[in-house]
């Protein structure tokens, strides 16, 4: 069976005297032993989900099942899952050990249980030999580990992530998401992660649902959201993408001074395509690929690739960005015709 459970959940909320919808009726089937992450911008409901399979909030309408069973009624605290905050929420009076053993305390489980089982995830979360510290005397990353470690120690069955690295610089985001995937397989349970940033989804998950607007645009895998997404929202939100639009006839879009292939495809499309399928040059293909004029407008060094902005023969507002990757598979690029910025011609 499932872990986790959505069906056609709806949130609504009255926000001075008006009906506002946060979830609009997401349904989502996460299994067991997932890495599953909810990816979206700020205010598309991401929370509110969450808040709703932990049990913080009811549903206005649809239903939440956990491991099978129908919990839409059921209070957070008899629910077999846990969740972890941004704001770690730790004791700051505690020490690291009393903070990691408190739900246990609570419980009134044995001494030598209590011992074993904070001592096995602080080894987890490789905080051994940390035990006596308080919180402030740890840095950021270190605190979100006791508190990962703490949601931990009672073995849900599933864990709840919202925006949990939200808090840290880059450099240690980086090497947390990287840590957290690995404790991920070390426990073996099912973890929903919630995040705005796509890079981190794509590092990180199995599957991902990326939301927008209170629904579910898309749910696949990072490459399948990466390389075929479902919307233009979607292709927007991850990523660097180019849109074209206009009117398709005979399987072409007309654009740019030349054309785009949309074999299957009649009347108003948008195409999107990824900068690094581009490649630039002076001359027209001969192999019947899409190709369009332009003129490199600006070319941007960014280390590992050039980022190029071309302005399409026609005017048409479509193309955002192409980038070129600066590597010896993109060797049409002509850097002589960009430095000067003649017409050029872009392929994919
Ligand atoms: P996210 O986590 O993706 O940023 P949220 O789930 O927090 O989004 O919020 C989704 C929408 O619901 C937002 O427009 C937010 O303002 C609204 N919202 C969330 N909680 C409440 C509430 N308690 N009362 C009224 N509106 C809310
Ligand atoms: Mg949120």
């Not at 997404?229 to 993408?241: H, L, R, Y």
């Not at 060094?301 to 399409?312: D, F, I, Q, R």
């Amino acid at each position: 069976t499932s872990a986790i459970e959505l069906e056609n959940v709806v949130k609504e909320y009255l926000s001075h005297g008006e009906v506002v919808q946060a979830v609009k009726g997401v349904s989502l089937d996460i299994a067991e032993g997932e890495f599953f992450s909810l990816l979206g911008p700020s205010g598309c409901g991401k929370t509110t989900t969450m808040r709703m399979i932990a049990g913080f909030e009811a549903p206005s309408k649809g239903l939440v099942k956990l491991h099978g069973q129908d919990v839409t009624n059921v209070p957070p605290n008899k629910r077999d899952v846990n969740m972890v905050f941004q704001s770690y929420a730790l004791f700051p009076h505690m020490s690291v050990w009393d903070n990691v053993a408190f739900g246990l305390k609570q419980r009134k489980t044995p001494q030598d249980e209590i011992k074993r089982r904070v001592g096995e995830m602080l080894e987890i979360v490789d905080l051994t030999g940390r035990e006596k510290r308080r919180p402030r005397e740890m840095s950021g990353g270190q605190q979100q580990r006791v508190a990962l470690a703490r949601a931990l120690v009672n073995r849900p069955r599933a864990l709840l992530l919202d925006e949990p690295l939200g808090a840290l610089d880059l450099k240690l985001r980086q090497a947390m998401q990287i840590e957290l995937k690995r404790i991920q397989r070390e426990v073996g349970i099912t973890f929903v992660y919630v995040t705005h940033d796509q890079n981190e989804a794509l590092t990180m998950s199995d599957r991902i649902a990326v939301m927008n607007d209170g629904l579910v645009e898309q749910l696949a895998g990072p490459r399948e959201i990466y390389e075929r997404p479902a919307t233009a929202f979607v292709a927007g939100f991850i990523g660097t993408s180019n849109l074209l639009a206009g009117s398709a006839t005979g399987g072409e879009l007309k654009i740019g001074g030349g054309r785009v292939l949309v074999p299957g495809h009649e009347g108003d499309v948008r195409v999107t395509v990824r900068p690094e399928k581009i490649t630039i040059g002076t001359e027209e293909p001969s192999n019947g690929l899409s190709a369009v004029r332009g003129t490199v407008a600006e070319v941007v060094y960014l280390g590992t690739y050039n980022s190029y902005a071309v302005s399409l023969a026609d005017g048409a507002d479509a193309t955002e960005r192409s980038e070129g990757a600066n590597q010896t598979q993109h060797g049409n690029r002509d850097d002589r015709a960009a430095a000067r910025g003649g017409t050029i011609i872009t392929v994919f």
